[in-house]
């Protein structure tokens, strides 16, 4: 991914989950489990983070094809002092949210799906190229 790649991921995350009361960081990953990005985390832990929580994305994505639930829209795991909210991004990529209790979780689960629609649009926009003279 270019610096100017992940300068607009970077710019879509902030300026959409700093409305999230208690934001801790995000971490935007391949299906694969990869870090594409990552928001007010460090590398190491946003890594591990997307490895993780590519499982859970993927598990609920077989849950959901085994009942005929269609997309999975979003998965919340709350935990004592943390939520983890879990969107899927676009074709290929799934977006993960980490706040404190702080957060409500409508603001939360709200945030959470319009960011990830804004990337998923940013993402899934072909790179224009120039049209040079014959």
């Known amino acids: 991914m270019t610096n100017t790649s992940n300068d607009m991921i970077y710019s879509i995350l902030d300026n959409n989950l700093t409305r999230i009361a208690g934001i801790q960081g995000a971490v935007l990953l391949s299906n694969d489990g990869i870090k594409l990005?990552?928001?007010?985390?460090?590398?190491?832990?946003?890594?591990?983070?997307?490895?993780?929580?590519?499982?859970?994305?993927a598990t609920m994505k077989a849950i959901s094809r085994e009942i005929d639930g269609g997309g999975v829209i979003r998965q919340l795991v709350e935990m004592d002092d943390r939520y983890l909210c879990i969107v899927g991004c676009g074709e290929g990529s799934t977006l993960i949210v980490v706040t404190s209790r702080k957060a409500r979780l409508g603001e939360l689960g709200g945030e959470a799906v319009r960011t990830a629609q804004a990337l998923g649009e940013w993402l899934g926009t072909p790179e224009r190229n120039p049209v040079l003279p014959s």
Do not use: K, P, T
């Open 37 to 57: 990005s990552a928001y007010l985390l460090e590398r190491d832990q946003a890594e591990r983070i997307a490895a993780a929580s590519s499982g859970i994305a």
